[in-house]
Every structure is written in C-alpha cells, then in structure tokens.
T-cell receptor
Framework: AQSVTQLGSHVSVSEGALVLLRCNYS??????LFWYVQYPNQGLQLLLK??????LVKGINGFEAEFKKSETSFHLTKPSAHMSDAAEYFC????????????FGPGTSLSVIP | DTAVSQTPKYLVTQMGNDKSIKCEQN?????MYWYKQDSKKFLKIMFS???????INETVPNRFSPKSPDKAHLNLHINSLELGDSAVYFC???????????FGEGSRLTVL
C-alpha cells in the first residue's frame, strides 16, 4: 500500500527566501504524485502533479517539484517566498490498482516572515 | 459557479443526534469522495463512489452512510454522533480514479 511522509510539520521562511517542503513516498508501482495547498478555512487545491514523463514539474504560483525515483522523493520548491504563500501544504500519492485512491501526507504548515 | 459545493458549511450538534452533509459537483466527473480532516489537519479518505457505485469504503464506523443518488451528488449521513466525529468533512471529485481531486470548501462538524 502506498504512503507519504512529509519532513517537518512546520516550516518558516523569510519573505523572498527559498521555500523547500519535503515529501517522500512509498509505492509498490510507479506512482502518481501531487502537491495540494490549503488556505485557512478553505478546501484543498492542486499546485502540481506528476504522472509520467518529465520529472521536473511546474505548477501554479511559481512552485515546482522534482520526482526522484531513486530517492522516492517529490520535494516542493519555490525560489522566492511571498507572504501569500503561507498555508498548509499536502503531498499526496496514488497508484493504479483495483481500488484507486489518493493518500495524503500529514501536511506541512508554511509560515512566511516579513 | 462553484465546481464542488457542500452544505452546510458549519454544523454544531449534540452527541447522539443524526446529521447529513450534502455535496454536488458540476464538473461532469464520474468519481466522488468523502475525506475527513481531523484537528491536526490529517486527511483520511472515507468513501469513494464511481458512477454511483461504492468502490472505496475505508474502515469507517457503520454510523457513517454515504449515498449517491446520481453521479453529480454524494451525501453523507451520520447516525448517533460522537465527540470523536468532530472534524472537517471534505467532498471531492475527480475525472479519473485517483487523479486530480477537486475539493469543496468543507463542512465543519462540531459535536458537543
């Protein structure tokens, strides 16, 4: 069964600094990988996804992530943090099986310091 | 026009009561889900329906009963509410199984 871990339940960065949110997954078959963002009192929205093909994936709001099979990782980065990036970020994995489902990691809360 | 809408947004109720949450999507998706988000923000899948057929039923108490009258609607009924049921319940839909999920804004249930 697939699973996701996110290192660091809370990450703080200064405005303008690099954002790095870590995600490692476990999957018995080639995975589909996702990053979602949740702003306060809202639902989740997709930032980016990896299914097949290019391992460096670009998403909305300047975020990108790289799929590294050898490291079973899918870390999320953004070169320069904005105040508006403060939110909860979830890494998720799914795999094509008889019972397809998307499994979420525990989330990382990102704070941006002015 | 909201893609995935849930009602109500907030529910406050007493232990032992029964409550329902409704969800509708206008994206034309075949698959709909219920997720539960606890106080630590952890998201856990509860149920999934594909074209009105139940395909995922996680280890959820029998007090929770989903119902999909058509593929655009998925409701969740909860009987005999307990304190531990307090959470935010999210409805979501996807075009393909286990693909990109489109979430509603959530229904915050508080059991007193």
């Amino acid at each position: 069964a697939q699973s996701v871990t996110q290192l660091g339940s809370h990450v703080s960065v200064s405005e303008g600094a690099l954002v790095l949110l870590r995600c490692n997954y476990s999957s018995s078959v080639p995975p589909y990988l996702f990053w979602y963002v949740q702003y306060p009192n809202q639902g989740l929205q997709l930032l980016l996804k990896y299914t097949t093909g290019a391992t460096l994936v670009k998403g909305i709001n300047g975020f990108e992530a790289e799929f590294k099979k050898s490291e079973t990782s899918f870390h999320l980065t953004k070169p320069s943090a904005h105040m508006s990036d403060a939110a909860e970020y979830f890494c998720a994995v799914s795999e094509k099986t008889s019972y397809d489902k998307v499994i979420f990691g525990p989330g990382t809360s990102l704070s941006v310091i002015p | 026009d909201t893609a995935v809408s849930q009602t109500p947004k907030y529910l406050v109720t007493q232990m032992g009561n029964d409550k329902s949450i409704k969800c509708e999507q206008n994206l034309g998706h075949d698959t709909m889900y219920w997720y539960k988000q606890d106080s630590k923000k952890f998201l856990k899948i509860m149920f999934s329906y594909n074209n009105k057929e139940l395909i995922i039923n996680e280890t959820v108490p029998n007090r929770f009963s989903p119902k999909s009258p058509d593929k655009a609607h998925l409701n969740l009924h909860i009987n005999s509410l307990e304190l531990g049921d307090s959470a935010v319940y999210f409805c979501a839909s996807s075009q393909v199984l286990a693909g990109e999920l489109f979430f509603g804004e959530g229904s915050r249930l508080t059991v007193l």
